[in-house]
């Protein structure tokens, strides 16, 4: 399979695979386990549509559903940049932890909105927001992974250390904490004169 070498085209596909996953867990939720009371779809629409009649029509739960994938494109191509940077080492934990954080934003903002009349208030579909946030992060990380070029992520095997030391020697391979001579006195900037 032909690996994705661009990072937002990456971000994109791995946003639509991992928010459509977290669409179905809602509807899960909210269906067969009862958890939660509002649906992500209704919740989304409720930001732009104050009135429950058309929340619920066929138009309101498309832009629902539009707007729940735009912010996980959106989210995904933050989680690809994190991991573009970090690496795909423990990659579940990453995306766990990613996936909820960023939802937890998006659900804070979201309730914070003064037009947002829909919003959840009861702790068990906030609780089943969070579980599908992070099952988005988990899906997403793991696509972005899989999907993306290894050119993109750096080198697994190069730990953190040895990452810092490559980025702060020079060529001569001096290390830059040595004391700098001052040509003016023949002293290193550390020293002091005994008087």
């Known amino acids: 399979m032909r690996k994705i070498k661009d990072k937002h085209t990456l971000g994109v596909i791995s946003g639509v695979i991992g928010g459509l996953s977290m669409l179905v867990a809602d509807q899960i939720s909210n269906k067969y386990l009862k958890l939660s009371k509002r649906t992500y779809t209704y919740a989304s629409a409720g930001v732009w549509v104050g009135k429950k009649r058309q929340v619920k029509s066929t138009s309101g739960t498309a832009l629902g559903i539009s707007m729940s994938l735009i912010t996980s494109i959106f989210g995904s191509i933050i989680i690809t940049e994190m991991i ?24 804070a903002i979201q309730s914070a909105l003064p037009k947002n009349k829909l919003k959840p208030r009861d702790a068990s579909s906030n609780l089943s927001y969070l579980f599908c946030n992070a099952l988005f992060g988990l899906v997403t990380a793991n696509s972005i992974a899989k999907l993306g070029d290894d050119s993109i992520f750096p080198d697994s095997k190069l730990n953190t250390e040895t990452i810092n030391t490559k980025i702060l020697t020079n060529q001569n391979n001096d290390d830059y904490r040595k004391p700098v001579i001052r040509p003016e006195t023949q002293e290193s900037f550390f020293q002091t004169r005994k008087h």
Do not use: E, P, Q
Not at 84 to 107: E, Q
């Open 84 to 107: 573009a940077k970090r690496g795909k080492d423990n990659i579940n934990t990453k995306g766990l932890f990613y996936g909820a954080a960023y939802g937890g934003i998006v659900t």
